[in-house]
């Protein structure tokens, strides 16, 4: 096969398809279209992962103690140490939820505990929800009078929405793609991934059906950015990065004994108090959500799931849970 052809077997493949269109195009989605409704439900669940960002936020990339000019609010009483504890990885989380609301599970970076770079938080929840899918008693969150969960909920991912704070990378996409997932909302935008997600939705998409009935379908996780959501912390974080980014390269930071800290690395913006500020008033808005309401508590995407009210409280039930009995990413005791 010569190189200017794609490694298809039928010219109706899409890749086959795209293979002549522009790069821009191909990594390109349009706006996610979702009512007012659906949007809510998708906040609820945004505002929870960012409340257990809060709830687990550490910054000492580079151990407790020395000068993080970009992090003097989170120094102890005594100015001598950085709040927080061992750093075990970046501040990256992932929350999946099933077809009918509820939570799955959530996970978190863990590259520096397990020395690796290849322990990314949304890696790490797939495999941590098939490792689930046979159980059936939802974590230990579950209301006494709840039904039973449907076994197409829990164990056909296609069904499963991942919300992630930061834009997921190949691994993610690739792995997230292999366990069919449906949709990913992310949170933040991530330059080094070079749009991956949205390259793998346009070369795996394909319309099923015609007419009125016809839908897009595809193996890749459909990615859907904060800003499509109504989620306003998004363009908020991308705007930060972009100007701590600038200050990093302008002037480098001193990290103790002199140490010039020269990243501009999006992990170590996500250390710093600006990032943290934006969990906290997320978290705030969240635990203000919960006290306040749904706006449309009586809404379903269709008969089986729970309205956002029921999911507004499940989504509560689970950061209780997380937030008082959980550990770093693994709040499950088993």
Known sequence: MSDDKPYVLTPNAPIAKKWERPLKEVATLPPYEASAEEKERHRIYSLMLFALMKRFFNGNKNG???????????????????RGGDYLGHNIG?????????????????????????????????RRVFSLTQIYDSWQTR????????????????????????????????????????????????????????????????????????????????????????????????????????????????????????????????????????YSRAQAEFFKLVKKGAKFPKYRPDKRALTNADALASAQRFFDYAADVGRRGTPHNM
């Open 143 to 278: 209301g006494p009078d709840d039904p039973p969960r449907a076994f197409g909920y829990s164990t056909v991912l296609s069904n499963v929405t991942v919300y992630t704070s930061l834009e997921s990378c190949a691994q993610c996409s690739g792995i997230m793609a292999l366990g069919q997932v449906g949709k990913v909302v992310y949170l933040q935008r991530d330059p080094g991934t070079y749009h991956i997600g949205n390259i793998m939705w346009n070369l795996t998409a394909r319309e099923v059906g015609g007419g009125e009935a016809a839908q897009i379908k595809a193996t890749a996780p459909r990615p859907i950015p904060g800003s499509d959501i109504g989620f306003d912390y998004f363009d908020e974080l991308n705007e930060k990065y972009a100007a701590y980014f600038k200050a990093v390269k302008k002037k480098p930071f001193h990290i103790g004994d002199k140490r010039k800290d020269l990243s501009s690395a999006l992990t170590s913006f996500l250390c710093c108090d600006d990032t943290l500020d934006i």
């Open 64 to 82: 407790g103690r020395g000068q993080y000019p970009w992090r003097e609010g989170q120094l102890d009483d005594d100015k001598a140490r950085y």
């Open 94 to 126: 992932a929350l999946a939820v099933d077809g009918r609301g509820e939570v799955i599970d959530f996970d978190f970076n863990h590259n520096q505990l397990f020395s690796s770079s290849a322990e990314h938080a949304e890696a790490r929840l797939i």
